[in-house]
């Protein structure tokens, strides 16, 4: 089964004032998968589309994708 964007773990952190500003995220296991935002929540959005956008290109050239290190756990009642 493919991972869900959702399933990466991404960090998102505050860029310098001589970089521009705002906020970058990224997400450690999808080397070169960044994004930013000019607020926390909008460079959330962000690397989850890159998140998307990288995982697809992967697909298409037919790389591995790896897997989440640590996958969510999923609770089903």
Do not use: H, K
């Not at 997400?27 to 929540?41: H, Q």
Request: glycine share 10%.
């Amino acid at each position: 089964m493919m991972p869900q964007v959702s399933d990466y773990r991404v960090y998102v952190e505050p860029l310098a004032a001589s970089l521009g500003g705002g906020f970058v995220s990224y997400a450690p296991e999808l080397e070169g998968c960044l994004a930013d935002g000019d607020t926390p929540d909008q460079a959330l959005t962000a690397i989850y589309d890159a998140i998307g956008c990288w995982i697809e290109a992967a697909v298409e050239a037919g790389r591995p994708i790896p897997a989440p290190a640590n996958p969510p756990r999923r609770i089903y009642a």
